[in-house]
């Protein structure tokens, strides 16, 4: 009966429309699990005009820009998110590989030791803490290749 009310003009204050704010975050990831990024950038980015200093979802940014091979883009919002968050485990594995594709190996290994400091817990964060302390010892081992082959040595 209210619909009709307020259709035709005679609405009551129970009947009355409250406008609602859309939920871009939620909107975004869901996108995001349908595969499409640039779309759940444009939500992620009208959640971020709602929640400006949200470093949530500036990493879900970054996650969404290296998705889409933007990888300055994603290198920029994960540094934002973790000038506001630097305990962001996820920020600091996400820029550690990114820096790494880039060639700053020093500021890879830094973003892995933060990473490895405090692990994120769950049921998929062992393979994540594996993954990082591979590329760490890769990282570390990396030096002492390159010597060997320069001086010739095995």
């Not at 630097?86 to 190996?105: E, K, T, V």
């Given at each position: ?61 970054a ?49 892995l ?38 001086t010739?040595?095995?």
């Amino acid at each position: 009966m209210g619909f009709w009310r307020r259709l035709f003009g005679g609405s009551s204050s129970s009947d009355d429309l409250k406008p609602q704010r859309l939920d871009y975050l939620n909107e975004a990831l869901a996108l995001e699990r349908q595969g499409d990024y640039d779309a759940a950038l444009t939500s992620y980015r009208l959640a971020l005009r709602d929640l400006p200093n949200d470093a949530r979802i500036l990493q879900n940014m970054a996650i969404a820009f290296t998705k889409t091979r933007r990888y300055d883009e994603a290198i920029r919002h994960y540094r934002r998110a973790l000038e506001l968050d630097s305990s962001l485990a996820g920020a600091h594995y996400g820029l550690a590989f990114l820096l790494l594709q880039r060639g700053d190996p020093d500021g890879a290994a830094q973003h892995l030791k933060t990473f490895l400091a405090h692990p994120p817990r769950g049921p998929d964060a062992q393979k994540w803490v594996e993954h990082a302390n591979q590329a760490l010892q890769d990282l570390r081992a990396a030096p002492t290749r390159a010597t060997e082959e320069r001086t010739g040595s095995s």
